[in-house]
């Protein structure tokens, strides 16, 4: 247990729809990362807030949007969803922003499923 | 681009050795290398930054070659746990940290007894 949780663990949705999906960072850890890991696609960084600021951003569609509360948890919104988007969305959390400590602690992953 | 690792897959006996390679064609600030079981979530191996800071688990290690872009982790007297898929995942230099990295395209590791 990585002690980093993620909510839902599985979502079934349809095309069109949007969900929001909830990620809490280890205890202390500032910093939380998403990512979209897809068959074809592979693991692929989205976004990264620091202490409820946009730290770094990656192929992260205009359609998705995240944000970082006060309490650091995060939260990954998916709008107007496409089959494609289905895949294991995994959140991780980590100290700092960057350096030698800065490990990455990967949470258990949402699976979401666009019908 | 995404860095490319080598080799695509690999089957070895318990206490075998293996080396797995990353290879970016960007100047690199960090690697990262991570071990995913199947249906799991990755987990954190070694970190090694330019200039030669590193940090990970005692029994594996690995090495970055800041002039060639390349990383390799070395994993000795292999166990059956470390059966999985291996992933490098690199932080480009643009004059320092970016955060953001890019992970290769996977390592399939199988340890039989």
């Known amino acids: 247990d990585s002690g980093v949780t993620q909510t839902p663990k599985h979502l079934i949705t349809a095309t069109g729809q949007r969900v929001t999906l909830r990620c809490s960072p280890r205890s202390g850890d500032l910093s939380v990362y998403w990512y979209q890991q897809s068959l074809d696609q592979g693991l692929q960084f989205l976004i990264q807030?620091?202490?409820?600021?946009?730290?770094a951003k990656g192929n992260i569609l205009e359609r998705f949007s995240a944000q970082q509360f006060p309490d650091l948890h995060s939260e990954l919104n998916l709008s107007s969803l496409e089959l494609g988007d289905s895949a294991l969305y995994f959140c991780a959390s980590s100290p700092f922003s960057s350096g030698v400590y800065n490990e990455q602690f990967f949470g258990p992953g949402t699976r979401l499923t666009v019908l | 681009q995404q860095p490319v690792q080598s080799p695509q897959a690999v089957i070895l006996r318990e206490g075998e050795d293996a080396v797995i390679n990353c290879s970016s064609s960007k100047a690199l600030y960090s690697v990262h290398w991570y071990r995913q079981k199947h249906g799991e979530a990755p987990v954190f191996l070694m970190i090694?930054?330019?200039?030669?800071e590193q940090k990970g688990h005692d029994k594996i290690s690995a090495s970055f070659n800041e002039k060639k872009q390349q990383s390799s982790l070395y994993l000795t007297a292999s166990q059956l746990s470390y059966s999985g898929t291996y992933f490098c995942?690199?932080?480009?230099?643009?004059?320092?940290?970016?955060?953001?990295?890019?992970f290769g395209t996977g390592t399939l590791l199988a340890v039989q007894p």
């Open positions: 995942g690199t932080e480009s230099d643009y004059g320092g940290a970016t955060n953001k990295l890019i």
């Open positions: 090694l930054l330019k200039g030669g």
């Open positions: 807030y620091y202490n409820g600021e946009e730290r």
